[in-house]
């Protein structure tokens, strides 16, 4: 399906082939988890050079989901992503952990309602002891928050 590099935070960097069916299987495999379907939207938030936007992308399209392509300037401005996710119902969103906490930042300061079903993190090791705010305003329930670490290395 394609060749993605992996950032070499086990080593030096290398070039990772990526099968069709490791794509497929990764999404079969996580179905009973999530539960996606045609009424989820997506977030493509990452750069297609980031092994995220894999899951981003085929994610929403797999299951007849809405895909919501944030521009580079909105990315970068957590401010207007969260005006973004709200303003597109957003469902499943997938951060990493340094930008969702920039975001959970807003959320504290926003009285906008999310309608995130489910945040997945990925592409860095994650603090859950940083999520606490994120807890004492939104629960634990909903939405889930979920850890996929490394998605080349799930795949």
């Known amino acids: 399906a394609y060749v993605i590099y992996t950032s070499g935070s ?26 996606f379907g045609p009424d989820d939207v997506w ?26 392509v944030v521009p580079y300037e909105t990315s970068r401005s957590p401010e207007e992503f969260h005006r973004l996710l709200c303003d597109q119902a957003v ?11 920039q975001l959970d930042r ?19 090791a994650l603090d859950v002891g940083a999520l606490s705010g994120w807890f004492d305003r939104h629960g634990d329930a909903t939405p889930r928050l979920v850890n996929m670490y490394g998605i080349t290395e799930t795949t």
């Open 10 to 35: 086990t080593g030096r960097p290398k070039g990772t082939l990526v099968p069709h069916r490791n794509i497929t299987r990764l999404f079969s495999a996580t179905a009973h988890w999530f539960g």
């Open 106 to 124: 807003v959320d504290a300061q926003r009285s906008d309602e999310l309608a995130l079903r489910y945040v997945v993190f990925g592409g860095e």
């Open 91 to 101: 469902t499943v969103l997938n951060q990493t952990p340094s930008a969702f906490h």
């Open 43 to 68: 977030t493509l938030f990452h750069s297609i050079a980031f092994d995220f936007s894999v899951w981003e992308l085929w994610g929403a399209l797999l299951h007849g989901g809405r895909l919501v």
